[in-house]
């Protein structure tokens, strides 16, 4: 057996078929389950309890996500990332990500995982998580230059930064926050996907990297800027929590304008532009009160510049206005 630790709940077993009763409008579909699993990949059992995949939601280049019903009729995401004839660094991502989501059991603004398991046969993890209708990047999508209603504005940024705040309470700094990685769940926002997520060690307030890894139009300056003084030695990039709150800063630059600040160059002239202090962002006037000085606060190439998450919900942006409740987002 692997697992991750001794009182770890989700423990990688080899699969086993146990065939069990289903709901009435199901049955049909599982009859001879036992027999059909073998052979379709429609079919799957994590940790004996099974599923079926409705359709493909999306790839990447080691893994892809389902919509997966459950014999209750319920609706769940399931996230399978291949792990043979990829850098074991795949492996350890998937663990890291199962760990620290075991970690928010219960938390509003982090997605739930449900199940997790991996295959002793090809390698692949499967993690079972909430199901969302949709993601901030299409929200943003939808709107021809921005979401320019204020009200639904501060709905989403509110709900961006407490998504945030709470891993950062717990000493997470996530990495690769961009507006793809907030899920919609019943009409409200969650933080996903924790591959490269950290956890800063108690005696500092930063994580070190030996890779650039991000996603760039959302990586901060010092993302970027090898630390390390000898040319031998390998390249280091140390990172706070004031790395999420500049990719937060382009998620609602973003969100006001439609897309992100650096969106318009090629790579390497986007990098140069990230990283150079002279290099001048350009913020377009709004008629949204306080939004500017929130981007500029946020955009700040000094990191102990930008101001933190308890600052940004108590900025007046927020707080000028009360919040209301909204209908549904559809």
Known sequence: NFYLNQSNEWYFTKNEIIVRKYSAEFQKIFKDFKIKSKKSKTFLQINKKKY??????????????YKIIDEKNQIFALKKTKTINHDFEVLHNCINEISILKTFYFQPRVI???????????G????????????????????????SNPTLLKYFWKQSLEAVQTIHEERIIHGDLK??????????LKIIDFGIARQIQKDTTNITRSVQIGTLNYMSPEAM???SNIKEEKKRFRLGRSA????????????????PPFYHLDFVKKIQAI?????EILFLPVDIEFAIDVMK????RNPEARPSIPELLVHPFLVSRSLINLPKIK
């Not at 739930?112 to 090809?122: C, F, G, M, T, V």
């Not at 499967?126 to 299409?138: H, K, Q, S």
Request: charged share 20%; hydrophobic share 40%; with cysteine.
């Open 297 to 300: 606060g946020c955009l700040q």
């Open 52 to 65: 079926i995949k409705l359709e493909l939601l999306g790839k990447g280049g080691s893994g892809k996500v």
């Open 244 to 259: 999420d709150i500049w990719s937060l800063g382009c998620i609602f630059f973003q969100m006001v304008y439609g897309k």
């Open 225 to 227: 800027v090898d630390i």
């Open 124 to 147: 692949s993890v499967f993690i079972v998580l909430e199901y969302g209708e949709t993601d901030l990047e299409n929200i943003i999508k939808k709107k021809t230059n921005g979401i």
């Open 112 to 122: 739930q995982i449900k199940n997790a398991d991996i295959s002793l046969e090809d």
């Open 179 to 188: 507006p793809s990685n907030f899920l919609l769940v019943n009409n409200s």
């Open 275 to 279: 990283i150079n202090k002279t290099f």
